[in-house]
């Protein structure tokens, strides 16, 4: 239940003001509110009264509220503008750069943070209320060499992205395209060209005619579109690679017309966490809330053979078939029985149309398989591709649509051989 503050009225109170400028900041914060849904908030509000902070909440809620993802939104703008105590100061430590001691210490909630840029776009450090000098070392902090946004995007934890943040992380993800070419079925339908006759429904036709045969029916095999199955490291050597790789992750399995017939998603790290269900939320902030919070094992150890033990066993049935294609995003840094890994991975790439291993390692000019668990995994894979950047993540669609593409294991087991 979303905890509500003291609703002061004060002396001369503007109701219908607030209300509008309550609207646009919700308007700026992602939610669709046009002109018709403030007056209509208005009037409801007249209606069901202002007595009750929890009338009052559901009341616009009702009226500014149209998609489940949006209630997280709302109800971070709510608490935030409805004179929640200290609010003023929270949000401008959410927007200014942490500093240990001034800084509240804890993370902002799913949506905060973009609730308080909407409600403090456009005003200036002198707009603020004055704070009482007190005798406190200044401290100056100079941003002019901060790196660029996209730097800052590819670390950045998804829950404190700013609108403007996830807006330009969106525009970056929108060129990351994963097309996939159809997959040709054994089974046959009917077709105007096909290249095979079909001789059931020539002969069909022909005894509607007395058997008299006027024309040859054809048909050609059947088309499909294969599953996507994402397996993702989240341990600590792979903490900040991943999050960048979920929300991709995301914005592929919401988008329209990908040519995948599903995507599945699963993390693991010293176990193993399906997330499908939470990436088909359409709110990426509360997709990547829920996984997360699914998901006890991030930033902890790695135990990828015990991992893919546990996928071939309980999950591979379900969502390898009809060729699904495997991408596998993993640094390779196993402790673990090399044997054992070997035996799963060549069990999973047995199981699946297409086996692609990701390692951002492979950004490092002097890397060589040195490590038992890349060893192990190397040889099962179709293809070996480094995925440290947007440009990375971008040649993942070649890797993808061309079945002759291994990337740099070919080098790589070389040089395994070499040595």
Known sequence: ?????????????????NIIHFARALRKAGLAIGPGRVIDAIRA???????????????????????????????????????DPRYLEHMMSMLLPSVRGVQEERKARAAEKRAAEALLEGQEPDELPEQPEADEVKIELDASQTTSLQEKLRTLDFEQMSTEEIAAAKRMIARLKLPVQPIRSRRMQAA????????????????????????????????????????????????QYSRMVLHFLHAVANEKGAGWAKVHGFTFGTRLTNISRHLRRRDVDQALALAGSEAQDWEGGTRIGDCLHLFNRDWSRRVLGQGAVVLLITDG?????????????????????RLIWINPLLRWDGFAPKAQGIKAMLPHVDAFRAGHSIASLEALAEAISDAQDRGEKDRLMAMMAEG
């Open 192 to 239: 105007t060209t096909g290249h095979a006759l079909d001789w059931r429904r020539t002969i069909q036709a022909s005894m509607r005619r007395g058997g008299e045969v006027h024309e040859l029916a054809l048909k050609q095999r059947r088309t499909r579109w294969p599953n996507l199955v994402v397996l993702c490291d989240i341990s600590g050597s792979m903490s």
């Open 1 to 17: 239940m979303t905890q509500l503050p003291d609703l002061d009225l004060p002396e001369d109170p503007k109701l219908s003001h």
């Open 45 to 83: 509000v007249e209606a069901a009264g202002f007595s009750r902070k929890e009338d009052f909440y559901w009341t616009l809620h009702a009226c500014f509220v149209t998609r489940p993802e949006h209630r997280a939104v709302f109800g971070q703008v709510f608490r935030l503008y409805w004179r």
């Open 333 to 353: 840094l196993d402790r673990g029985d090399a044997a054992a890994l070997s035996k799963e991975m060549e069990r999973l790439h047995l199981s699946s149309r």
